[in-house]
């Protein structure tokens, strides 16, 4: 089994920043990357970013791209969001995500961390 935990969100103002940090632990072997999701209310989960454990490629959603960075720490079993910029329309419950699979499911998910950006 595996355990994710979110950490790092919280209230800021548009155009502050935000570091997400999210732990896997448990049986992670074998993982191949990870990803982090976003659901605001009424909303659909919403794909943010991915990055690969072993060369650390990186993807992004086109509503985030230059403004939020994907990295990881492979020796901590961590991954990061840092979050730039911050806009009304990004306050959601951001999720952590281990091994993305086809339609925006993934073998496990952390627990979310709220973050709200004021206008």
């Known amino acids: 089994q595996v355990q994710l935990a979110e950490s790092g969100g919280g209230l800021v103002q548009t155009g502050g920043s935000l570091k997400l940090s999210c732990v896997a632990s448990?049986?992670?072997?074998?993982?191949?990357?990870m990803a982090w999701f976003r659901q605001a209310p009424g909303k659909e989960r919403e794909y943010v970013a991915a990055?690969?454990?072993?060369?650390?490629?990186?993807r992004y959603a086109d509503s985030v791209k230059g403004r939020f960075t994907i990295s990881r720490d492979s020796a901590k079993n961590t991954v990061y969001l840092q979050m730039n910029s911050l806009k009304p329309e990004d306050t959601a419950v951001y999720y952590c995500?281990?091994?993305?699979?086809?339609?925006?499911?993934?073998?496990?998910w952390g627990q979310g961390t709220q973050v709200i950006v004021s206008s």
């Open positions: 995500a281990l091994d993305l699979r086809p339609g925006n499911q993934a073998r496990s």
């Open positions: 448990g049986r992670t072997s074998g993982s191949l990357n």
């Open positions: 990055i690969t454990w072993s060369s650390g490629t990186t």
